[in-house]
């Protein structure tokens, strides 16, 4: 298990794990078990990639994540075609049911 990202909270983590797995990258949330405990504060979650060989792909889409995380949001939101559940304009996966959002 190698650390490629210190996330701010669980939530960040499992955007990120989710974008990983969806580029077929094996990964676990170090520290995810401390969610809701005073450690969570002095220890954040970490995610890491299983296999080695994975290490670099995964480190650069973190760092693309992170980039994304701190770009001002602007635009519309719009709602997912399955679920109607409204979105904010920078997601690809609807934050209800998980179903990919069309392209703007």
């Known amino acids: 298990m ?3 990202y210190r996330a701010k ?3 960040e983590a499992q955007m990120l794990v989710e974008h990983l797995e969806r580029q077929g990258i094996d990964t676990f949330v170090r520290n995810a078990d401390l969610q809701g405990t005073e450690l969570l504060a002095i220890v954040p979650p970490e995610v890491c990639v299983l296999e080695p060989k994975d290490f670099e792909q995964a480190r650069a889409i973190s760092l693309e994540f992170d980039a994304l995380l701190r770009e001002e949001v602007v635009g519309e939101d719009r709602p997912c075609p399955r ?3 409204e ?12 179903s990919e ?3 703007l």
């Open 83 to 85: 679920c109607k559940a």
């Open 101 to 103: 959002l069309p392209a």
């Open 87 to 98: 979105n904010p304009p920078n997601f690809e996966t609807c934050w209800s049911c998980r």
């Open 2 to 4: 190698i650390p490629v």
């Open 9 to 11: 909270n669980l939530t």
